[in-house]
């Protein structure tokens, strides 16, 4: 007796397309050089540091269901860890007589995910025990806190930020040259996306899905829900500090800016505009975000006024964000 034939299994086609690109973003210093425009180098660090970022909100925005509101704290303490290291070192004075300054770049990136996580799990630990409204507005009133705390700590610059004037320093490596800084910057944000979909497709994102989706149901066989949401807080904040901390070695400058509420606002924006709850759709959000922003602000100082319709448009007509469009009826 014949067996029944198997249908062969469909590829994505957004999966097709990843490894041409992914060659492609890597040639884009030598392509920006070729054709006259090497300032699209540094576009593309800033596109690269804000999917990271976005994608790290997206953790817990698209797959655990949980809105932050509150998500540039992360970002921004992971940029001060960076400024702060850099001013005690600059200084030669250890912060708080115990910890040396540094620009080693290994040494600051751990760093500030060190204290991004940490601050996660102090902030997470407290508003995981609201839900809805309430967390939105808990999460809000950390990064406000954290916000006016570095505008009042004038040894470090208060309102008008910090500058640093060296960047992060890594054997064989040069930060001063915007392709190496490029390449860094894609290749972390490679990495991340690799672990998040390792963490989404295990057990743990299962859990987590099951936690957005009804955590009574959960709670009936024997599963608590708030462990992982917290576990999936903290990376998300570690995420979000790698970004932070990347930010400021491309702009060599650090402010409270970084921990406003507009800027949580905005990564929410690239992560709606890609797509919630899938894996590249931040990574789009923030190109098209940060694209937008820049070629608008050529054409006219009121570009907001622009933007703003684009993006509305965006959200009315293509349910799921730009990976809708470019994958119909899918949602990741």
């Given amino acids: 007796m014949a067996e029944p034939s198997r249908r062969p299994r469909r590829v994505s086609p957004v999966l097709l397309a990843l490894p041409p ?36 909100l997206n953790l817990v925005l698209g797959f655990g269901g949980m809105v932050s509101f509150g998500h540039a704290a992360f970002f921004g303490l992971g940029g001060y860890t960076v400024g702060i290291l850099y001013a005690h070192w600059s200084w030669q004075e250890p912060l708080w007589g115990l910890i040396p ?40 009133a950390f990064a406000q806190m954290l916000f006016f705390l570095f505008v009042s700590l004038k040894a470090y610059g208060g309102d008008d930020g910090l500058s640093v004037r060296r960047q992060g320093e890594f054997p064989g490596l040069s930060l001063r040259d915007p392709a190496q800084l490029y390449w860094l910057c894609l290749g972390l944000l490679v990495a991340w996306l690799l672990l998040l979909r390792r963490v989404t497709r295990s057990r743990f994102g299962q859990v987590l899905a099951g936690a957005r989706q009804s955590e009574r149901r959960l709670q009936a066989i024997g599963i608590a829900p708030y462990p992982y949401k917290l576990a999936a807080f903290v990376l998300s904040g570690m995420g979000a500090a790698l970004a932070g901390a990347l930010m400021v070695n491309y702009a060599r400058f650090v402010s409270p800016d970084m921990l406003a509420w507009t800027k949580s606002g905005e990564l929410m924006i690239m992560v709606i505009l890609g797509g919630v709850g899938t894996l590249m759709g931040p990574v789009l959000g923030a ?39 470019l994958r119909p009826g899918a949602g990741a």
């Fill in 21 to 56: 690109l992914l060659a492609l973003a890597i040639a884009l210093p030598w392509i920006a050089e070729a054709l006259g425009t090497p300032a699209s180098t540094g576009l593309a660090t800033r596109m690269a540091i804000y999917a990271i970022a976005a994608s790290a």
């Fill in 287 to 325: 190109i098209a975000l940060v694209g937008l922003e820049y070629w608008l602000a050529a054409l006219t100082e009121h570009w907001q006024f622009v933007l703003g319709p684009l993006l509305l448009l965006v959200v009315l007509f293509a349910r799921g964000g730009l990976m809708a469009l």
């Fill in 101 to 140: 300054g540094t620009t080693s770049l290994p040494v600051t990136l751990l760093a500030a995910m060190a204290v991004g996580g940490a601050g996660a799990a102090l902030i997470g630990a407290l508003s995981l025990r609201t839900r809805g409204v309430q967390f939105i507005m808990i999460t809000l």
